[in-house]
């Protein structure tokens, strides 16, 4: 059993800034990506940003410049940090891990059960 657990979130003004976190846990072997996607009401789940395991990120053409990821891989936890945060960044986020299984390295994605993210304009 895999979980993701995040944490942080909430409410700021536009400008501001927010983390969120996600720790991986669970019978895994090793953690191949790590990623958080943003879901607005009534929109597809997108990617934000995402980073490897040798620590290989991309990001979303809309956040560049504005977030980072970064992850602990002795900790099996990512982070984002976002800031200069607008109004459309609203959303849920969601941790995405994709990782190898310990029984037969198989490779399996698992989300997290996603944090909101509101900013006030």
């Known amino acids: 059993q895999v979980q993701l657990v995040e944490s942080g979130g909430g409410l700021v003004q536009a400008g501001g800034s927010l983390s969120v976190s996600c720790v991986v846990s669970?019978?895994?072997?090793?953690?191949?990506?790590l990623g958080w996607y943003w879901q607005a009401p009534g929109k597809q789940r997108e990617l934000v940003a995402a980073?490897?395991?040798?620590?290989?990120?991309n990001y979303a053409d809309s956040v560049k410049g504005r977030f980072t990821i970064s992850r602990d891989n002795a900790k099996n936890t990512v982070y984002l940090r976002m800031n200069s945060l607008k109004p459309e960044d609203t959303g849920v986020y969601y941790c995405?891990?994709?990782?190898?299984?310990?029984?037969?390295?198989?490779?399996?994605?698992?989300w997290g059960q996603g944090t909101q993210v509101t900013v006030s304009s």
């Open positions: 995405h891990a994709r990782v190898y299984s310990d029984y037969d390295l198989s490779e399996y994605n698992y």
């Open positions: 669970g019978s895994i072997a090793s953690i191949k990506r």
């Open positions: 980073i490897t395991s040798s620590g290989s990120t």
